[in-house]
């Protein structure tokens, strides 16, 4: 499979191919989560952790990613996961959920730009984000513009 960093567009063999890997690595994080909870990084350590919320944030199973929200805002609160990680999943679980999100994580990439997913109260945006410990949004969006090479919108 081709690596993706300039924004090149995957070919449907690539997106049922990504696809499938998601449903087995979900089906594997399930399991996991089943017989040990969830992957923390005492648990696993820091890059296994980081892998099982990756995982998730890749999940076809947006019903499995609103069961796992509570656990991981759980698990933040307690510093057994990055913060960090967490305005990823409530995001995209919010977009999936067609509603406005909380942080600023989502864009929607067409050719040649990123446009950024509506924001909830979009006025105190940087507080949220600086209490997750994420950059305010402008350097954001510079790190999105610079590695994908495209315009960012918002």
């Given at each position: 499979?081709r690596?993706?960093?300039?924004w090149d567009?995957?070919t449907?063999q690539?997106?049922?191919?990504m696809?499938?890997?998601?449903?087995?690595?979900?089906?594997?994080?399930?399991?996991?989560?089943?017989?040990?909870?969830?992957?923390t990084?005492?648990?696993?350590?820091?890059?296994a952790?980081?892998?099982?919320?990756?995982?998730?944030?890749?999940?076809?199973?947006?019903g499995?990613?609103r069961?796992?929200?509570?656990?991981?805002?759980?698990?933040a609160?307690?510093?057994?996961?990055y913060g960090?990680?967490?305005?990823?999943?409530?995001?995209?679980?919010?977009?999936?959920?067609?509603?406005p999100?909380?942080?600023?994580?989502?864009?929607?990439?067409?050719?040649?730009?990123?446009?950024?997913?509506?924001?909830?109260?979009?006025q105190?945006?940087?507080?949220?984000?600086a209490?997750?410990?994420?950059?305010?949004?402008a350097?954001?969006k510079?790190?999105?513009?610079?590695?994908?090479?495209?315009?960012?919108e918002?």
């Open positions: 499979m690596a993706f960093g300039k567009k995957p449907k690539e997106i049922r191919r696809a499938n890997v998601d449903r087995v690595n979900t089906k594997r994080l399930k399991e996991i989560i089943s017989h040990y909870g969830w992957p990084i005492k648990l696993v350590g820091y890059e952790s980081e892998g099982a919320e990756l995982v998730l944030l890749h999940t076809p199973d947006l499995f990613q069961r796992m929200l509570p656990v991981l805002e759980k698990a609160k307690r510093r057994e996961i960090t990680n967490i305005a990823n999943l409530i995001d995209i679980v919010l977009v999936r959920e067609n509603k999100q909380r942080f600023g994580t989502r864009f929607k990439i067409e050719p040649g730009r990123m446009i950024q997913y509506p924001l909830e109260d979009p105190n945006l940087d507080k949220r984000r209490e997750l410990g994420l950059p305010p949004i350097v954001y510079k790190f999105l513009s610079d590695f994908y090479h495209l315009h960012v918002w």
